[in-house]
């Protein structure tokens, strides 16, 4: 690279791997002992989110829900074969907020340790579903470092009714706690007219305008700052099955199914992207 030239920036792609009616806000009208009745989509959404990474020549963190891997094992490897990072996201996809401390440990270390089993190397990322990391429960940052986790992406630092931790960075830090030092990457956020306002994907991909989420990597590049996108395989599946919820609900979940595919796609026309482990495998080089 010539003296005094901009090092590329490479933006962070995320997938959390979970079926359809693992989401939270459906946890009314589907209950746990029912998830093996469910019919199965992640397989063909993770499929085809796979081959738009490939051809777009990008790799990604797939942070895997852990009761997946001993139902689709071969998904896993198919994952980790193509050459990308598999991180966790929780044994039982349930909130931190909802959980005791050691019911919390429980369900990182299971997690860890069914993913590691199917894959056979160290999973050391974290995501905690719905980003239920809040302020008031930093504990769970000691939890991880324990548990042998090195770095997480759970905090969304907006203000949000369920979820959200403001006023924290909006850019790659370190969490230091007597565990240890947890590296953590936010969730993309964009400043509009003095409002910080979620912009990483995921439903916002889908709710908001193309270019606001545009706009918030664009800048972030200009500043030579990565930012961090995530979406779920189920917001590229118009076709899924739809859910007895409410009318909110039913918005948030399924609006914009359509074109979630499309707007992917045009990220990764656009910017370049690889998974947080080459991110912090650079980071010790340097």
Known sequence: MPVGAARPVHHYFTVDVEEHFHANALEPVVKRSEWDQLPSRVERNVDVLLDMLDRHRATGTFFVVGWLA??????????????????????????????????????????????????????????????????????????????GYEYDSSIFPIRRAGYGYPGAPTHPFVIDREAGALREYPLTTLD????????????????????????????????????????????IDPGQPRLPVRA???????????????????????????????????????
């Open 192 to 235: 509009v007219l003095g409002v910080r306002v979620p912009a990483a994907g995921g439903g916002y991909l889908r709710q908001f305008p193309f270019g606001l989420i545009e706009r918030a990597f664009a800048e972030r590049e200009r500043r030579g700052v990565p930012a961090v996108f995530y979406i779920h395989p189920w917001e």
């Open 70 to 147: 001993s139902r689709h094992p071969e998904l896993l490897r198919l994952i980790s074969d193509a050459g990308h990072e598999i991180a966790s996201h929780g044994f039982w996809h349930r909130r931190v907020t909802s959980a005791s401390l050691n019911d919390f440990r429980t369900d990182v270390r299971d997690a860890k340790a069914a993913i590691e089993d199917v894959v056979g190397m160290p999973v050391v990322g974290y995501r905690a579903p719905s980003f239920s990391i809040r302020p008031g429960g930093e504990e769970a940052f000691d939890v991880l470092l324990e548990e």
């Open 248 to 286: 909110l609900t039913r918005l948030r979940h399924y609006r914009g199914l359509d074109v979630a595919q499309e707007r992917v796609e045009r990220l990764l026309q656009r910017f370049s992207f690889t998974s947080i482990s080459a991110a912090n495998a650079s980071e010790a080089a340097r």
